[in-house]
Nanobody, 129 residues
Framework: QVHLVESGGGPVQAGGSLRLSCAASEYTIGMGWFRQAPGKEREAVAAVTDGAVGYGGMTTYYADSVQGRFTISRDSATRTLSLQMNTLRPDDTARYYC????????????????????WGQGTQVTVSS
């Protein structure tokens, strides 16, 4: 069982920045951030995966809505996943969840919540206009 604990959420004004962190109890190949706003389905935000042996290093993926504004990163030594969020907008308001999977992610599956085995409790991000 992998335990994930998110932190870093809070209130922020539009145009501002926040940095979310996710502390994992152990390493997993793939990790991602999802978010869910009230009355909406959970959606993928970004993900990171180590490459398979012989296929290079880390790969990141982003939802179109956050591309260029959010940056996902991972420190494997500390087992910490981060999400730097810049130029925040009111429609970024949601509860953000960290997720992990013991498998390689690809551009065809990183956004599918069902493939992730482990989830944190989430951290709330509220962006005011």
């Amino acid at each position: 069982q992998v335990h994930l604990v998110e932190s870093g959420g809070g209130p922020v004004q539009a145009g501002g920045s926040l940095r979310l962190s996710c502390a994992a109890s152990e390493y997993t190949i793939g990790m991602g951030w999802f978010r869910q706003a009230p009355g909406k389905e959970r959606e993928a935000v970004a993900a990171v995966t180590d490459g398979a042996v012989g296929y290079g290093g880390m790969t990141t993926y982003y939802a179109d809505s956050v591309q260029g504004r959010f940056t996902i990163s991972r420190d494997s030594a500390t087992r910490t996943l981060s999400l730097q969020m810049n130029t925040l907008r009111p429609d970024d308001t949601a509860r953000y969840y960290c997720a992990a999977v013991r498998a390689y992610l690809s551009r065809n599956n990183w956004y599918q919540s069902g493939i992730y085995n482990y989830w944190g409790q989430g951290t709330q991000v509220t962006v005011s206009s």
